[in-house]
């Protein structure tokens, strides 16, 4: 007998185990998708929605990558990375984060994502708690579904750089497990002070039973000329360094987005249990990307350095503009490449805004609250495309929001 689609596809729905039947898609992929389908029916759309970095991979990255490629580093590998990729990855970090650093506590993977995933299937158990910041990354929400543990949003401060320690202080019960910091933060740009900080780890040192998970993924993308604090400094001088993992990688800083390459520094005795988690799942991660990823962390930061100030440029031309919109304010970011204008004043819901934006006016941008409750009444713009494109896409968001009626 034939099976009508609706009803195969509600009792397969009714097949999913409580640990995806709740994921959700991400917003920049959705957008995305959504943008891609209009781009196929003859719209011109412009790209803000992806935090994409319109830079090529280093032309050194490359070129070590294809050699290894002809030296047949094609094979499988070490499952947590190779031994000359953990040892850059000790070197940077440690040069980096200010923190004595050793290959044996690093764990890579293809992206920064495994890692955060894989230590939170070692630590998290159903009915644990995991606070993550809000507005923040999807991808903390759903990693902490996967495990049957409970998401637990917390606001930030109102310049969207620290946690409110107020309310995390409020939210913090004998059921939490994972304390989730981002810095630079996606999406605002907000980079966390060191006093801040300082003031996180004496809460945190009263929960023993706590694990700090640090996202330092755009660490190196600051415009100030430095590197944006690591909680693994302070963490080491309060004595939380054994419970604390830091995640960063390659795609962000080395444009190396598409390679696929991610790290994270943990005690070892953790790396023993990823390692395992990823034997038995990812097998390894590809070899010749490692072999590329060593190069670019050793390599000259030339290139890095001319990116930031391009980004510089495109992060105040952005801002500037968006301040000069009807019913928009916008802070300047000190990290990241996300400007995240308040648009309330608009009179539209970020929701409506985003996607009148796309439909409307061609403009592809991410509501505020895809990244939780506490970004409503904002939109995240990524600004990693050229200056030209900016102007095009910001001279459409503008002629729209003047057109909305008042």
Same mark, same amino acid.
């Given at each position: 007998p034939y099976v009508?689609?609706?009803?195969?596809?509600?009792?397969?729905?009714?097949?999913?185990?409580?640990?995806?039947?709740?994921?959700?898609?991400?917003g920049a992929y959705a957008v995305l998708e959504a943008a891609t389908l209009l781009e196929k029916a003859?719209?011109?759309?412009?790209?803000?929605?992806?935090?994409?970095?319109?830079?090529?991979?280093?032309?050194?990255?490359?070129?070590?990558?294809v050699a290894a490629l002809h030296a047949g580093r094609t094979t499988y590998c070490n499952p947590s990375g190779t031994a000359d990729l953990k040892a850059a990855i000790a070197r940077r970090m440690t040069a980096t984060r200010g923190v004595d650093i050793t290959p044996e506590e690093v764990v890579?993977?293809?992206?920064?994502?495994?890692?955060?995933?894989?230590?939170?299937?070692?630590?998290?158990?159903? =009915?644990d708690e995991v606070i993550i910041p809000d507005p923040g990354f999807p991808s903390y929400t759903n990693l902490a579904k996967v495990t049957g543990a409970t998401a637990?949003?917390?606001?930030?401060?109102?310049?969207?750089?620290?946690?409110? %320690?107020?309310?995390?202080?409020?939210?913090?019960?004998?059921?939490?497990?994972? %304390?989730?910091?981002?810095?630079?933060?996606?999406?605002?740009?907000?980079?966390?002070?060191?006093?801040?900080?300082?003031?996180?780890? !004496?809460?945190?040192?009263?929960w023993p039973q706590i694990w700090i998970f640090s996202d330092e993924i755009y660490a190196e993308l600051v415009y100030d000329?430095?590197?944006?604090?690591?909680? +693994?400094?302070?963490a080491a001088e309060a004595g939380l360094r054994d419970r604390t993992l830091v995640f960063d990688g390659a795609s962000k800083t080395f444009c190396m987005t598409g390679w696929r390459l991610g790290w994270a520094v943990m005690p070892p005795a953790l790396v023993e249990r990823v390692h395992l988690l990823m034997v038995h799942t990812i097998g390894c991660s590809a070899n010749f990307t490692q072999v590329a990823g060593a190069a670019a962390?050793?390599?000259?930061?030339? =290139? +890095?350095?001319?990116? %930031?100030?391009?980004?510089?440029?495109?992060?105040?031309?952005?801002c500037d503009r968006l301040n000069?919109?009807?019913?928009?304010?916008?802070?300047?970011?000190?990290?990241?490449?996300?400007?995240?204008?308040?648009?309330?004043?608009? =009179?539209?819901?970020?929701?409506e805004f985003a996607s009148r934006s796309l439909h409307e006016a061609g403009v592809a941008i991410l509501a505020g609250t895809d990244f939780g409750a506490g970004g409503a009444g904002h939109v995240r713009?990524?600004?990693?495309?050229?200056?030209?494109?900016? !102007?095009?896409? +910001?001279?459409? %968001? !503008?002629?729209?929001?003047?057109?909305?009626p008042t």
């Open positions: 009508l689609w609706d009803t195969f596809d509600s009792a397969m729905e009714s097949a999913w185990t409580p640990a995806v039947s709740g994921l959700v898609n991400e003859g719209r011109t759309i412009v790209h803000f929605e992806i935090g994409q970095p319109d830079y090529p991979t280093p032309e050194h990255v490359v070129e070590a990558g890579v993977g293809p992206g920064c994502k495994p890692g955060i995933f894989f230590a939170c299937m070692a630590l998290l158990r159903p =009915g637990v949003p917390v606001r930030l401060n109102a310049d969207n750089t620290s946690f409110d %320690l107020a309310a995390l202080s409020a939210a913090i019960t004998a059921q939490t497990r994972v %304390l989730i910091i981002n810095s630079p933060s996606n999406p605002t740009g907000g980079v966390t002070p060191v006093a801040d900080l300082v003031a996180l780890a !004496e809460l945190v040192q009263k000329g430095t590197v944006a604090p690591s909680f +693994l400094k302070v962390l050793d390599g000259p930061r030339d =290139g +890095l350095d001319s990116m %930031l100030e391009e980004y510089r440029k495109r992060r105040d031309y952005v000069t919109f009807p019913g928009v304010t916008c802070a300047t970011p000190a990290g990241a490449f996300y400007a995240f204008p308040n648009i309330a004043g608009t =009179g539209l819901s970020c929701e713009i990524s600004y990693v495309r050229s200056l030209d494109v900016l !102007e095009d896409g +910001l001279d459409k %968001l !503008e002629a729209f929001i003047i057109d909305l």
